[in-house]
């Protein structure tokens, strides 16, 4: 079978640069997924993009479909045939629906019963044909935002200027908002021109030539290889900011890397200021010694060729200059501003107009984290670190600096403690109460700072959820996952033995009459969703997550022990039987209350010797629960195996007489209850 190379570009105005590359493995995604449900073979795959493109080759597709000979079964003999032999409507139907006709059925018995088939041909379809179906796949890209243009209908992220659609030497046709497929592209918006792509395999040495890096692997390499040439040129050290790099290289099309530099002057800011104003202002990448301290020089990626460079980095020495000059007037001024009178100015500033200022916040904080410190029995010394911390954690939320740069929250409230003589601790803790910021950020490394973020994070997703603000699909505009991300982080580092309805009562409680009825369940299924998430990427089984999620110890560290024991512990022999043994105990408890153990009612040994078994287990068990110990509380419950299985051998749980049944009953109820401690046993599936 004969193959064609299949190129398609999309032509847009600039993309924001955090939706090039997502936007690029999207489109080779539904490609490739749609090739493969057309059943068209094809080899390699390429994708490109830019900022002003969108671009998939794909190297040979076949030029048609293959033929497909089948077998279709429709119905039995005794109901696609009537009592005369004629032909039923189920089998008219049947054949109808395949695109043949009566004449085509023969029988074939399946498991001593005749059925109705029919032997299909399909023919394949052109790929030329089929390719303009492409259309409709370029305009289900999805993105986080959209915009329309012109008089067009249609909602996309930027508007279509140019679609470059080839299979072969042919153009494939089809046309989006005004704008029809051909055989031209366009390049680098200055520097480049309009020109014709004369097949698949010259496209990216046709954009070159109009000075477009077309691979966003060759362009980011090319931007590193000329960081590290300035590096050896200039004696620098260019840290490689891996998010920094990828912005770049979705902002540029043809990267050429130079450098400027600054009045030295500005060094006396901190190091957090000058590296945030170049990169997150200005997008370029700052210089240090190779001993580690921060130079007056920078380092940008211009779109464009080595022309007039110093041109260039003359107007990119300017624009920092005003930033740098506002920074170091913002940092004199900060200076006058006592930390105390920072924090009575948050007592005007709304955190959300149902949950009162930011100084109303902080006194929240600073009552939750006293009474988790109390909690987890910290020492008087570090106690008051903690009140301290959690009373000024935000006050640099005031400041110019903050106020301009956003970013710093947290880190310059850290720089303008120690200024202030703070203790270094109560200084390293008001940054570290803001961590984890992100997924891939670490948690607080102090107790302090550990435990003033979790009361900080636990008191923004209580007061939102006490107020019946919660995250619903994608919408989480108070970032809320991220808060409980956060917190659970910390309680699996910190290794707090924190029960999470504990947490959410004390925490909902500082709220009064404004929380919801709802609102402790909804924050509780709320974690155990992020729970379910967290330790699904351990390649936990869902029953055994389910398992431990609805155990009555719903303590972080613990519940995600368990599961992880579970998951290791369904490999051996004997974890069916076990799990056997302790869920039919389970089972049979939702059928009583509860309430205490008559003893004086156990009528056979085997119901006296799983009384003794249970009381021994339970107190085992409570040590073992204080100290940990996961795997001894479950051997605990293993060991009861024998003996559960010896009282329902020979013991009658539902008895005739009301008083023993319920005496019966409410043992099973605190065996349960005992196992329920370590999980739900009767929801974990076994074979």
Not at 297 to 312: I, K
Not at 653 to 666: F, P, S, T
């Amino acid at each position: 079978m004969s193959k064609q190379d299949l190129l398609i570009e999309i032509g847009l105005e600039e993309l924001p640069a955090q939706y090039v590359t997502p936007s690029m493995n999207q489109l080779e995604e539904k490609m490739t997924k749609w090739l493969e449900e057309k059943k068209l073979s094809y080899g390699e795959v390429k994708s490109f993009s830019t900022p002003r493109r969108l671009a998939i080759q794909v190297k040979g597709v076949a030029e048609k479909q293959p033929d497909i000979e089948e077998e279709a079964k429709g119905p039995a003999k005794k109901i696609a045939l009537d009592s005369e032999g004629n032909w039923s409507k189920a089998a008219i139907g049947f054949t109808k629906g395949q695109g043949a006709s009566v004449e085509d059925i023969y029988f074939k018995e399946i498991n001593g019963v005749e059925y109705a088939h029919i032997q299909k041909f399909i023919k394949g379809q052109e790929s030329k044909l089929l390719l303009t179906e492409v259309k409709q796949l370029i305009i289900g890209l999805t993105f986080p935002k959209n915009m329309r243009w012109g008089s067009n209908d249609l909602r996309y992220i930027r508007p279509i200027k140019w679609i470059l659609a080839l299979f072969g030497n042919e153009v494939i046709p089809f046309e989006i908002a005004g704008t029809e497929t051909g055989t031209y592209t366009y390049g680098h918006r200055f520097l480049g021109n309009k020109v014709e792509v004369a097949s698949s395999s010259l496209y990216e040495a046709t954009l070159l030539e109009q000075f477009v890096l077309a691979d966003p692997v060759k362009r980011k390499e090319a931007i590193i290889s000329q960081l590290s040439e300035l590096e050896t040129e200039q004696n620098w050290i260019i840290p490689i900011d891996e998010e920094l790099l990828e912005e770049v290289n979705n902002l540029v099309e043809y990267p050429t890397a130079l450098f400027g530099k600054f009045e030295s002057d500005y060094l006396t800011l901190p190091d957090e200021v000058l590296v945030t104003t170049m990169k997150e202002h200005q997008r370029y990448f700052p210089v240090r010694k190779k001993s580690g301290e921060l130079q007056p020089f920078f380092v940008t990626v211009r779109n464009g060729d080595h022309n007039h460079l110093e041109n260039v980095a003359r107007g990119n020495e300017k624009v920092l200059r005003a930033r740098l000059s506002d920074a170091n007037f913002f940092y004199k001024e900060d200076q006058k501003l006592k930390i105390e009178d920072a924090v009575q100015k948050l007592d005007k500033i709304v955190f959300h107009e149902e949950l009162g200022t930011l100084g109303e916040k902080v006194n929240r904080v600073v009552q939750l984290s006293r009474v988790l410190a109390d909690q987890l029995n910290i020492n008087s010394e570090i106690k008051e670190d903690i009140k301290r911390t959690a009373s000024i954690c935000k006050f640099d939320l005031v400041t110019h600096m903050v106020y301009e740069f956003p970013e710093l929250q947290g880190k310059i409230g850290e720089k303008y403690a120690k200024i202030s003589g703070e203790k270094e601790s109560v200084a390293t803790a008001i940054n570290e109460h803001y961590m984890p910021r992100h997924a891939e950020d670490s948690v607080p490394f102090s107790e302090i700072g550990a435990i003033v973020a979790l009361a900080d994070k636990l008191d923004t997703i209580s007061g939102f959820f006490a107020i019946g603000k919660i995250p619903t699909g994608s919408q989480d505009p108070y970032a809320l996952r991220r808060q409980a991300s956060g917190i659970v982080q910390i309680l699996r580092s910190k290794k707090y033995k924190l029960e999470l309805p504990q947490l959410f009562s004390m925490s909902l409680e500082l709220f009064g009459n404004k929380v919801s009825l709802d609102a402790k369940q909804e924050l509780l299924a709320f974690f155990k969703l992020r729970l379910k998430y967290l330790l699904a990427e351990d390649s936990i089984r869902h029953d055994l997550i389910d398992s431990v999620l609805e155990s009555s110890h719903l303590e972080v560290t613990s519940l995600t022990e368990r599961a992880n024991l579970l998951k290791d512990l369904s490999k051996e022999q004997d974890f069916k039987e076990t799990i056997e043994a302790l869920a039919r105990v389970m089972n049979i408890a939702k059928k009583g209350n509860n309430q205490e153990i008559n003893e004086q009612m156990l009528e056979s040994g085997y119901e006296k010797a799983l009384y003794k078994a249970y009381n021994d287990a339970s107190v085992k068990i409570k040590g073992y629960k204080e100290t940990g110990q996961e795997k001894e509380i479950y051997q605990e419950l293993a060991n009861l195996k024998p003996v559960i299985n010896d009282y329902f051998d020979h013991t009658m749980v539902m008895a005739e007489d009301e008083k023993i049944k319920e005496n019966r009953l409410a043992q099973m109820v605190a065996i349960s209850n005992l196992i329920e401690l370590f999980a739900k046993m009767n929801v974990i599936l076994v074979k």
